[in-house]
């Protein structure tokens, strides 16, 4: 694909389009969500379109009480087609053998996202070899966002689609509340901790 010139096209388009869009080119699509405080706007979209298309994710068993009801609310009032990847080594062994989430910015840290973020993402994309895959990343999150475009190519050979990157958080939190759906508000990612700070998936696979 030239993928200059569809993103030119598609930077015109809505997300609801950009999706439809990537669906009807996709052989077998997916969509992943961290059921993240803004999750429900693009899972609410893409089902809206799809309602079966597999709904990946990552569970690193370190969500608040809070998120994992966030997840479960949404999961039944969306029907989603979940599919739950885990560490190969629970969250109570980790803080029993390995000292739990070491501190950020240092090797140890960087081997704990690898076994809990991104081996699990990798064996998922394995399982489900996917053309299209659709994620919820926007701009306004990280400084490396903002030299994304909505379609590239990973590393990996399949399509990265982005249909919210060029939303602002208060566009999505518009677009719950006209859609009635949940923000999480009580949110955590051991492998970014802060927020403009990027896990190391997206920059893995591009």
Known sequence: MDLGS??????????QEIIRWALQKAEKPVVTT???PHEAAILHMATQIQPDLPVVWIDSGYGTQATYRFARDLIQKLELNIQVYHPEYSRAYRDAIMGGVPEVDTPEHDEFTRQVKLEPFGRAMQTFSPDYWLTAIRKDQTAFRQGLEVVSE?????YRVAPLLNWTELDIEEY???NDLPIEEDYYDPTKVIGNRECGLHTSVS
């Open 6 to 15: 569809i993103n030119r096209e598609l930077a015109e388009l809505s997300p």
């Open 154 to 158: 990973t590393k990996d050979g399949y």
């Open 176 to 178: 719950l509340v006209m």
């Open 34 to 36: 961290n059921f993240g």
